[in-house]
């Protein structure tokens, strides 16, 4: 089994950023892509970003220029940088971890999933 855990998320005004944090323990994965996805409320969870091991990324289009996916190995964690936040992104963002060399975009592709972390964005 992985664990992951997220923090990192609050409340902030539209323009502001935030950056949140996952860190993955339990069973080591010698190569694993982690992401995040997202879901408001009344919505479907939706993929935000994904990053493989190797530091390739992908972003879904709404996040492309504003949201920055990057993680640390060494520490096994994975960050997501939030800039220019709008209030459609407010939402429960969820970590999520798997193996394989791949990027993968879709909630079924994803055994592992952290318990969310709240971001709401005031206009």
């Known amino acids: 089994q992985v664990q992951l855990v997220e923090s990192g998320g609050g409340t902030v005004q539209a323009g502001d950023s935030l950056r949140l944090s996952c860190a993955a323990s339990?069973?080591?994965?010698?190569?694993?892509?982690m992401g995040w996805f997202r879901q408001a409320p009344g919505t479907e969870r939706e993929f935000v970003a994904t990053?493989?091991?190797?530091?390739?990324?992908y972003y879904t289009d709404s996040a492309k220029g504003r949201f920055t996916i990057s993680r640390d190995n060494a520490k096994n964690t994975v960050y997501l940088q939030m800039n220019s936040l709008k209030p459609e992104d407010t939402a429960v963002y969820y970590c999520?971890?798997?193996?394989?060399?791949?990027?993968?975009?879709?909630?079924?592709?994803?055994?592992?999933w952290g318990q969310g972390t709240q971001v709401t964005v005031s206009s």
């Open positions: 999520v971890a798997r193996e394989g060399f791949g990027t993968y975009t879709s909630t079924g592709e994803y055994p592992y």
């Open positions: 339990g069973r080591t994965v010698i190569s694993s892509a």
């Open positions: 990053v493989t091991w190797s530091g390739r990324t």
